[in-house]
């Protein structure tokens, strides 16, 4: 059996997650580390496998993924978003059972701008009348 690699892109606000899949024994690394080192929390990693167990491939591929910018929880929604990529381009009859769980689409919300003149984005600073 030959072992190609197929690389995918996730995002999710400033995370960018780089996905390395290829068939093996279910070996999965987050930037050189284990999965449970790089997200101790379970809600995290319950969200990055969910591709893997709606596709029963847990066991049946190895992940090396890299992934940085923005927090922990938006790292984790984008490596989720690479590895549903990644699986589409390894077997195109999963896309419809992925597709049902929104794991397809890419989060669009981004963190809304700071205004000039005002405190923040929506906060403002406080208003004196006299």
């Given at each position: ?8 892109t ?9 996905v390395r ?49 923005s ?8 490596l989720?978003?690479?590895?549903s ?5 390894l077997?195109?009859?999963l896309?419809a ?9 890419r ?14 984005a ?5 208003f004196?009348?006299?």
């Open positions: 059996m030959k072992s190609e690699m197929i690389q995918a996730g995002r999710r606000k400033s995370a960018i997650a780089r899949l290829t068939t093996g024994e279910g070996n999965i690394t987050v930037n050189e580390r284990t999965l449970e080192n790089y997200f101790p929390r379970d809600v995290l990693r319950a969200l990055i496998l969910k591709p893997l167990l709606l596709c029963d491939k847990q066991r049946s591929v190895n992940l090396s993924m890299t992934v940085d910018g927090g922990i929880s938006a790292q984790a929604g984008a989720a978003h690479g590895i990529r990644a699986l589409i381009r077997d195109a009859n896309r059972t992925l597709k049902k769980e929104g794991l397809l689409t989060d669009s919300r981004m963190k809304e701008r700071k205004k000039y003149g005002q405190k923040g929506r906060k403002r600073f406080q004196s009348k006299r």
